[in-house]
């Protein structure tokens, strides 16, 4: 069974970088679409953006300025960089996996969440 | 980017109740259309993929249709373990987007 866990600093401080690592583990991380998304009781939730596989990383237009996504293979995970953070990036962070095959790229296997707070 | 417009909020249902949630996409997403479930403290779970097939595991009392940029989730006979919150999510293009979720309450 495959199983994501983020993990990172809960406690990121205003203007520098949120930092967040997902493990894969019980599958390849190759040929599926890795996604990060977030959550704040005001806006729902928020896709980030995604990288599949190796290849170049997809962003939301609101965050793409600020966002960085990659991935290291012989790790089996994937990374989160949000910078110059303010306490709008207060968040349930998610990652979570896309299928291209099967599911039309819907999020089948999630991680549980970390709670980020940006505060000084 | 495509607007996902989720409705109602929220509803008050019993067990036993037949409930339906709808989501209308702002422009055509063919039938990249997934529904997912979420309770409190929880990752979303993914409940139906391309609009009507159910994710392995998901009950039968779930289904999901599509007319056009309409779609809809109904939960049969309602279970206690179904009083959740819904979310709709296009993944016909990028960015994928959501639609505001609907709280189904007692």
């Known amino acids: 069974q495959v199983q994501l866990q983020e993990s990172g600093p809960g406690l990121v401080k205003p203007s520098e970088t949120l930092s967040l690592t997902c493990t894969v583990s019980?599958?390849?991380?190759?040929?599926?679409?890795w996604n990060w998304i977030r959550q704040t009781p005001g806006k729902g939730l928020e896709w980030i953006g995604h990288?599949?596989?190796?290849?170049?990383?997809n962003y939301t237009p609101s965050l793409k300025s600020r966002v960085t996504i990659s991935v290291d293979t012989s790790k089996n995970q994937f990374s989160l960089k949000l910078n110059s953070v303010t306490a709008a990036d207060t968040a349930v962070y998610y990652c979570?996996?896309?299928?291209?095959?099967?599911?039309?790229?819907?999020?089948?296997?999630w991680g549980q969440g970390t709670m980020v707070t940006v505060s000084s | 980017d495509i607007q996902m417009t989720q409705s109602p909020a929220s509803l008050s249902a019993s067990v036993g109740d037949r409930v339906t949630i709808t989501c209308r996409a702002s422009?055509?997403?063919?039938?990249?259309l997934n529904w997912y479930q979420q309770k409190p403290g929880k990752a979303p779970k993914l409940l139906i993929y391309?609009?009507?097939t159910l994710q392995s595991g998901v009950p039968s009392r779930f289904s999901g249709s599509e007319s056009g940029t309409d779609f809809t989730l109904i939960i049969n006979n309602l279970q206690p373990e179904d009083f959740a919150t819904y979310y709709c999510?296009?993944?016909?293009?990028?960015?994928?987007?959501f639609g505001q979720g609907t709280k189904v309450e007692f």
């Open positions: 979570a996996r896309a299928d291209t095959v099967t599911t039309r790229y819907a999020f089948d296997f």
């Open positions: 019980g599958g390849s991380i190759s040929r599926y679409y």
């Open positions: 990288i599949y596989d190796s290849g170049s990383p």
């Open positions: 422009q055509n997403i063919g039938d990249y």
């Open positions: 391309g609009a009507s």
């Open positions: 999510q296009q993944t016909f293009m990028t960015p994928r987007t």
